[in-house]
């Protein structure tokens, strides 16, 4: 065989070794994000982060989202703890239905939209600073657990690779779009048919311990038009795992009856 013929073989080689490590890898972070779900239980956090002078809604501190604190327990209940600024805001879940602890008592989606939002005095969790006629439960309706978050995020990767201990690849503009939209679609011109994005684009990276999803961030960018105002977003979201198999997830009895 000539030398080049040899080194067509070879680069045809590498090629096809290079794609399997890319198979290998998304196909590993799927397992391990499966086995999480499969886990008896497990807690993380979840911290998100803004940069490039966007997405602080001119709230000051006070509005700037701050960790959230979650348990969650196969085919049982979800805890959640949210910050956003000085207040926090206590959730319970389980089977698609919510409840949220207000001022006087936990209170079920139902009633929080059935109120407009204002039971309670429209503060959850008795915390100060709350806002009148605003219904906390509106940003649980689509919220995902790690596992699941995690399966759908290597669904809009373009390809994963690893390198320096993570999985880690570039997503698809349609990707990073869809977590720019903040659940409401994008790509709309307003009416309540979600914000205009544009440039949007995003990176992810995962973090596997003994085949088990440990950790994993990512980060979407691109410009947002809601109405008239445009905000340049940079937003990045950490979310590290714990206790798998041995987190106690204990729901108030008053939660419970919201969601039974």
């Known amino acids: 065989m000539s030398r080049i013929a040899m080194l067509g073989v070879l680069v045809m080689a590498m090629g096809l070794y290079a794609e399997a490590a890319k ?5 590993d972070v799927q397992n391990a994000a ?39 327990e ?13 207040n926090s805001t206590e959730a319970a879940l ?7 602890k207000m001022q006087d ?10 109120a407009g939002g204002g039971a309670g005095g429209g503060q959850p969790g008795g915390q100060q600073g ?14 995902k ?14 390809d994963l690779k690893e390198e320096g201990g993570a999985c880690s690849g570039e997503m698809t503009e349609e990707g990073a779009k869809s977590l ?24 992810v990276k995962f973090w596997l311990k003994d085949g088990v999803l440990a950790k994993y961030e990512y980060n979407v960018q691109g410009k947002v038009k809601f109405g008239d105002r445009e905000v340049d977003m940079n937003r990045t979201t950490v979310v590290e795992i714990k206790d798998v198999g041995s987190t106690k997830v204990e729901v108030p009895e008053d939660a419970k009856k919201k969601l039974g």
Do not use: C, H
């Not at 198979?23 to 196909?27: M, S, T």
């Not at 008896?40 to 809604?57: H, I, K, L, R, V």
């Not at 709350?130 to 919220?143: A, I």
């Open 180 to 203: 720019l939209s903040f659940g409401r679609g994008g790509g709309g011109a307003g009416g309540g048919q979600g914000p205009e994005i544009s440039g949007a684009k995003g990176t």
């Open 130 to 143: 709350g806002r009148r006629g605003r219904d906390p439960s509106r940003r649980l309706r689509n919220f």
């Open 34 to 72: 499966k086995k999480l779900g499969e886990a008896a239980s497990y807690s993380w956090t979840s911290t998100p982060s803004m940069g490039g002078g966007g997405g602080g809604g001119g709230g000051g501190a006070r509005f700037q989202p701050g960790p959230t604190n979650g348990k969650t």
């Open 105 to 114: 008592g936990w209170k079920s989606s139902e009633e929080l939209a059935a």
């Open 145 to 158: 657990a790690p596992a699941a978050e995690a399966a759908d995020l290597v669904e809009k990767v373009k």
């Open 23 to 27: 198979a290998d890898a998304k196909g």
């Open 94 to 100: 389980k089977g698609g239905k919510i409840a949220v």
């Open 74 to 86: 196969k085919d049982g209940y979800t805890l959640l703890t949210m910050t956003m600024g000085e």
